[in-house]
């Protein structure tokens, strides 16, 4: 079992910067591949960026350059810093960590932190 919770939203005016957070308990989180995803309303979730367990990165068109992805095995925390961002940023951002083990899947979720980017 693998319990998340995200931190670090609010409200920021465009081009600002804001670093969340998620943090992890309940199981190895060096071992999972840590992603997070957004969805604004009346938009479907789309991932944001995505971390490996060996720290390989990916990140939407609509974000890189902007936005950094990293974790601290040590804390059991992944991170995502956002900068120069924009009103279309605004979303709840999610937290998700997941793993294959001898051919089974698992999938955690957080609740999600809202982001508001707005003058």
């Known amino acids: 079992q693998v319990q998340l919770v995200e931190s670090g939203g609010g409200l920021v005016q465009p081009g600002g910067s804001l670093r969340l957070s998620c943090a992890a308990s309940g199981s190895i989180f060096g071992l999972y591949d840590m992603t997070w995803y957004r969805q604004a309303p009346g938009k479907q979730r789309e991932l944001v960026a995505g971390?490996?367990?060996?720290?390989?990165?990916n990140y939407a068109d609509s974000v890189k350059g902007r936005f950094t992805i990293s974790r601290d095995n040590a804390k059991n925390t992944v991170y995502l810093q956002m900068n120069s961002l924009k009103p279309e940023d605004t979303a709840v951002y999610s937290c998700?960590?997941?793993?294959?083990?001898?051919?089974?899947?698992?999938?955690?979720w957080g609740q999600g932190t809202q982001v508001t980017v707005s003058s």
């Open positions: 998700n960590a997941n793993r294959v083990l001898s051919g089974v899947r698992y999938v955690y």
């Open positions: 971390i490996t367990s060996g720290g390989s990165t």
